[in-house]
Structure formats: C-alpha cells, structure tokens
T-cell receptor
Framework: NAGVTQTPKFQVLKTGQSMTLQCAQD?????MYWYRQDPGMGLRLIYY???????DKGEVPNGYNVSRLNKREFSLRLESAAPSQTSVYFC????????????FGPGTRLTVL | GQQLNQSPQSMFIQEGEDVSMNCTSS?????WLWYKQEPGEGPVLLIA?????ELTSNGRLTAQFGITRKDSFLNISASIPSDVGIYFC??????????FGTGTSLTVIP
C-alpha cells in the first residue's frame, strides 16, 4: 500500500516547455487535489477533482490543466512553463466526506529556467 | 482568496518547553485543520476541528477551534526534538477548497 505517489521527484524545464506531473493513489479515494507550495507560503490549491469524471478550479489555476484519468490517477499539465511556476507541487487524495483526512504525496520539485 | 495568517513565523525553543501558535482568517470556516510538514515530505494531518469552541487533543498536541470561527490555536506540551518541522493551519467550508496558513517553523534545541 504505497498511498499517494508522485512522479517525477525533480524536474528542470526551460521557459516554454511543457510537461505533465503524474499522481496516483491506491486507497480507493474519490477526491484528488493538486497544490503548489512556494517558499514562506502555505499550500495553494490549483485544481481538484471531487470524484472521477469531474474537475474544478482552485485558488491558482492559471497556466495549468488537469486530467482525472481514472479513479486512481490525477495528472497536472503545464502547457508552456514559466519561471513563476517554479515551485514544489503536491498531490493529495481524500475518501470524500467532510471529515475525511487528506493524504499528501511526497511532492515534485519543479524549476523553470 | 482567503488569507490565513499564522504566528509566530518561527520559534526556537528548548526541549521540554511548551509551544503555542495561532492562525487567524479574514473569513469564517466550519472546519479547521492542523498539519505538520517535515523536510522533503508532504504535510501530515495532526488534528481536525469541526465545531466552534471545540478543544481536541492528540497526545501532547491540543488544538482549539475559535468561537468566532475565524481563528484556531495549537499547543504542544513538553516539546521533544522530533517535534521539529513546519506547522500549518488550514480551513475549509466545502471540504474541497482548503486554504492553508503561511506556516510556523519550529526548532527544538536539545
């Protein structure tokens, strides 16, 4: 039981390049989330998927797209990376009711040059 | 978006001391959460609070949901070296949109 896994762990991109961050959970959770964490700041929600087949914008969605591929997987895509997207990205999942805990992955550290 | 302010930003304490930190919001929440993050890892939930005025403990940790629903407090008693990390508060009303505080970095000196 691996919980929430994220790939890659580290990535360096040049401005304008695209890439997809992968997230998978093996806990049969309904809801999945993507956050970014910048130095000195808390986590900010980019997108979430309350259930398979649905996605919604969070606090900072501009410049990102997401795909809920199936119940297990939720990917985050940067179509044209910008230096402002340099950050640590965390995926999380949750069973789905109000009182459920969010479980976080280990993060992907992305640098855009 | 919602603004959650945590204080203090950082704390350096001696092992065995008690720790207090708080979190204030510009809006009300119906759920408050406290997380701990260690270097290179994602946050881990410590305590969840669901009712204004609620006081909940988890071992040496105690958290309170403020009466105004705009604040929350976390206390750690008799700190130990493994308490080192960054502590985040978070609030939600929908159970999907979570707003995180800026974090309190805790260093425990043996």
């Amino acid at each position: 039981n691996a919980g929430v896994t994220q790939t890659p762990k580290f990535q360096v991109l040049k401005t304008g390049q695209s890439m997809t961050l992968q997230c998978a959970q093996d806990m049969n959770h309904n809801s999945m989330y993507w956050y970014r964490q910048d130095p000195g700041m808390g986590l900010r929600l980019i997108y979430y998927s309350a259930s398979e087949g649905t996605t919604d914008k969070g606090e900072v969605p501009n410049g990102y797209n997401v795909s809920r591929l199936n119940k297990r997987e939720f990917s985050l895509r940067l179509e044209s990376a910008a230096p402002s997207q340099t950050s640590v990205y965390f995926c999380a999942s949750r069973r789905g009711s109000q009182t459920d805990t969010q479980y976080f992955g280990p993060g992907t550290r992305l640098t855009v040059l | 978006g919602q603004q959650l302010n945590q204080s203090p930003q950082s704390m350096f304490i001696q092992e065995g001391e008690d720790v207090s930190m708080n979190c204030t919001s510009s809006s009300i929440f119906n759920t408050w959460l406290w997380y701990k993050q260690e270097p290179g890892e994602g946050p881990v939930l410590l305590i969840a609070l669901y009712k204004a005025g609620e006081l909940t403990s988890n071992g040496r940790l105690t958290a309170q949901f403020g009466i105004t629903r705009k604040d929350s407090f976390l206390n750690i008693s008799a700190s130990i070296p493994s308490d080192v990390g960054i502590y985040f508060c978070a609030g939600t009303n929908t159970g999907n949109q979570f707003y995180f505080g800026t974090g309190t970095s805790l260093t425990v000196i043996p």
